[in-house]
């Protein structure tokens, strides 16, 4: 676990990832996607200690704009064809060393970030080709909790789980005083 300890930012793919990667389409074309409610109550804790979150994905669309922005994520870069392109964009935005940097992937268009970051993740249902280029991987498939076992094992690794988990075991006291 020493390469997790220095994670300061979590990277993922979103379909495939915060999805399951399928995507519906209505009669009149347009797209909807199912996102996971405890994998965006993980990137919230996440978020509380102060930890940054990023989304690189290869489509575009308003339902990823609106999640990122419910779930405040940091960086959002979407049509993201050339995702080693894109890390490089991230890291300038971020300011965040490489090896600071947890990525968490489904698939190929994934790996050439799995390999420069400092901690690569893939999904328990990610292809063999893209697991080979993981640091571990999820027993959560994509868009099934994979997200909230990744900041568990990181918060973990950080020793900062105890601290997050406070607030929800205080809840009550931390309302009488108010």
């Not at 300061?8 to 009669?27: F, N």
């Not at 909790?145 to 900041?151: D, F, H, L, S, Y």
């Not at 973990?156 to 601290?163: A, I, M, N, R, V």
């Amino acid at each position: 676990m020493s390469k997790e300890k220095n994670i300061t930012l979590l990277a993922m793919d979103c379909d495939g990832v915060l999805t399951d990667g399928g995507i519906y389409i209505t009669d009149d074309g347009n797209q909807m996607r199912k996102f996971n409610v405890k994998d965006g109550a993980w990137l919230r804790i996440w978020k509380r200690e102060g930890l940054k979150t990023a989304i690189i994905t290869g489509k575009v669309s308003k339902a990823v704009q609106l999640r990122s922005e419910d779930l405040e994520i940091d960086y959002l870069y979407q049509k993201a064809y050339f995702k080693a392109e894109v890390l490089e964009q991230l890291l300038s935005d971020s300011g965040v060393p490489v090896d600071q940097i947890c990525y968490i992937g489904d698939d190929v268009i994934d790996i050439p970030v799995m390999q420069k970051v400092g901690f690569a993740i893939a999904v328990a249902d990610a292809p063999d080709d893209v697991k080979a280029h993981a640091d571990w991987i999820t027993k959560a498939k994509g868009g099934e909790g994979a997200v909230q076992e990744t900041i568990h094992r990181l918060l973990t690794s950080k020793g900062l789980l105890e601290g997050a988990m406070q607030r929800y075991f205080n809840y009550d006291e931390a309302f009488k005083t108010q």
